[in-house]
Structures are given as structure tokens and as C-alpha cells.
């Protein structure tokens, strides 16, 4: 069984782990470490402020499409 440790600040030890790396390399960090893509918009989620009516869930999914 593979054990797995809590970070407090995930997104600061995967920038951190990327920063010397290739553009591909820390493709594949982000997608292994972040597969959820939290990291990915935690700068703007964190300011958002006042109540949250409203929350948007899988713009990350659609990205990579292309238009027809």
C-alpha cells in the first residue's frame, strides 16, 4: 500500500517541484500531483469574496477541445 502525506500548502510544493523542471516534466508532475486541477484556478478562487451563490465545476474538462 502506497502512503500518502497532507501538505499544507499543496499548490506551493508543486510549483516549487515544477520550477526546474521541463515544460513536459512539469506537465507530468502537475497532472500526477494536481489530477484534479485544483492548483490550477486556487489563485482566483481564493479571491473571490462575499458569498458565493453560484459555484462552476469542469472548465478544465472542456479546455482541450477543439471547436467544430
Known amino acids: ?3 500518502t502525506a497532507a501538505v499544507a500548502d499543496p ?8 520550477a526546474s523542471k521541463t515544460e513536459a516534466e512539469a ?3 502537475r ?9 490550477r484556478y486556487a489563485a482566483d478562487d481564493m479571491a473571490v ?5 453560484l459555484v462552476l465545476i469542469g472548465d478544465s474538462l472542456t479546455e482541450g477541445r477543439q471547436k467544430a
Open 1 to 3: 500500500m502506497r502512503e
Open 11 to 18: 499548490c506551493g510544493a508543486i510549483a516549487t517541484a515544477t
Open 27 to 29: 506537465n507530468g508532475l
Open 31 to 39: 497532472r500526477d500531483k494536481d489530477w484534479a486541477d485544483l492548483c
Open 49 to 53: 469574496t462575499g458569498s458565493v451563490k
